[in-house]
C-alpha cells in the first residue's frame, strides 16, 4: 500500500502508571484531600476524547486509545463497542531487559481484549549491557512472530536516550543531543531491529526538528518492501507548542500517518481536577480540546 494512503492514525494515549504515581501518589491514596482512582481519571481522558469527534467530524474508526488492562479495562471494552482503534501495552513498564507484564500468560490477556494494536517499549541506551540488549531483542522476536499470523497490529515504541559520553560530547546539551544525534541514533535502530526479524506495523518514535529527519525514520522504517508500515510521533510531555511544531513536520511526510500523544493532551487537565480548580466537565473539553488541536494541525499540514 503506497504511504500516501495509508489511513490516519490519532491516538491518545493513556496507559500511564508511573506518571500517574509521580503526579498523584499511588492509586487509592489521596492527592489534596481527594482519591486517587486512577480508573476514574482513565475514564475522564477518554470522555475528552469522545467529547472531541463531533467538532472534528471523525468517525470513531478514525480516532483510537492506548490504554493499560490494570487502570482501562472497562475503557478498552467500551472502545471496542465504540469501534475506537483500541491498542495496549503488553510490556512491563520501563525496564533496561524488555519483560512482557504477564509473563508466559501475555497470550491470553491479549485475546481476552483483541486490541487493534499491541504496543510494546523498547529503549535504546547505549551503556546497557550487549547481552541484556540481545535478551531484549530476542524477546521482542518472539512477539513480533506470535503477533505476525495474528490480526493484531504490532506497534513499537522507540526511546532513545544519551549516554554520559554522547551528552558530554554535545557540550551536555539534550537539545543539541536530540537534533545532532538522536535522528541518525533512531534510524540505526530500526534497522538493527528490522535485521533482528522484529517487524513492527507502527512505529512510535519521538518528535524530531526537522523534516529530512522525519523522512529519514519512515524511509528505514518502510525499507525493503515494508510498504504497510506506519510512523507516528510520541509527545514525551512536551508543551503544546513544540507538540504542535513536530505534527506540522510529521505531517509532511507520507509515511508518518498520525500520532499517540499522552500526558501532553492530559496531565494539566488532570492536575486541575485534583486540586479543585476544573469541574470534571472543564478537564474533559479541555482534554478534547488539546486533541483537537493536535488533530486539526496535523490534517491542515497534511491537506
Known amino acids: ?25 499511588e492509586n487509592g491514596g489521596t492527592f489534596q484531600g481527594r482519591k486517587v482512582d486512577f480508573s476514574e481519571l482513565k475514564e475522564v481522558i477518554f470522555d475528552g476524547l469522545l467529547e472531541s469527534l463531533g467538532p472534528l467530524r471523525l ?49 491470553r490477556h491479549i485475546e481476552a481484549f483483541e486490541p487493534d494494536q499491541v504496543k510494546v517499549l523498547a529503549i535504546r541506551n547505549d551503556a546497557i549491557k550487549p547481552e ?16 505476525k499470523p495474528r490480526p493484531y497490529k504490532f506497534m513499537l515504541e522507540l526511546l532513545v536516550f544519551p549516554t554520559p559520553e554522547q551528552l558530554a560530547s554535545v557540550g551536555g546539551s539534550r537539545e543539541r543531543f536530540d537534533t545532532e544525534l ?49 510512523c507516528i510521533i510520541l509527545g514525551r510531555g512536551a508543551e503544546e507548542p513544540v507538540i504542535l511544531d513536530w505534527t506540522r513536520k510529521a505531517a509532511r511526510v507520507p509515511g508518518f500517518t498520525g500520532f499517540a500523544i499522552g500526558r501532553s493532551t492530559w496531565a494539566d487537565s488532570l492536575v486541575g481536577l485534583m ?11 479541555a482534554i478534547a480540546a488539546r486533541f483537537s488541536s493536535y488533530v486539526e494541525t496535523f490534517r491542515a499540514e497534511r491537506d
Open 1 to 25: 500500500m503506497p504511504a500516501s494512503i495509508l489511513p490516519p492514525l490519532y491516538i491518545l494515549a493513556f496507559d500511564h502508571r508511573a506518571s500517574l504515581i509521580k503526579m498523584f501518589g
Open 59 to 107: 468517525a470513531p474508526s478514525d480516532v483510537g486509545i492506548l490504554v493499560d488492562e490494570e487502570c482501562g479495562a472497562a475503557i478498552a471494552h467500551r472502545a471496542k463497542e465504540l469501534g475506537i482503534v483500541l491498542a495496549m501495552p503488553a510490556e512491563r513498564s520501563m525496564q533496561e531487559v524488555f519483560e512482557l507484564e504477564y509473563g508466559e500468560a501475555f497470550d
Open 132 to 147: 541484556s540488549v540481545a535478551l531484549s531483542k530476542s524477546r521482542l522476536k518472539e512477539l513480533s512472530d506470535w503477533l
Open 182 to 230: 538522536r535522528p541518525s541514533m533512531m534510524v540505526e535502530t530500526i534497522a538493527q531491529y528490522q535485521e533482528a526479524g522484529i517487524e513492527a506495523d507502527v512505529w512510535k518514535v519521538e518528535g524530531l526538528t526537522e523534516v529530512a529527519d522525519y523522512q529519514a525514520v519512515a524511509d528505514q522504517a518502510r525499507a525493503g518492501g515494508r510498504d504497510h508500515v506506519a
Open 275 to 285: 486540586d479543585g480548580s476544573l469541574s470534571r466537565a472543564e478537564a474533559v473539553s
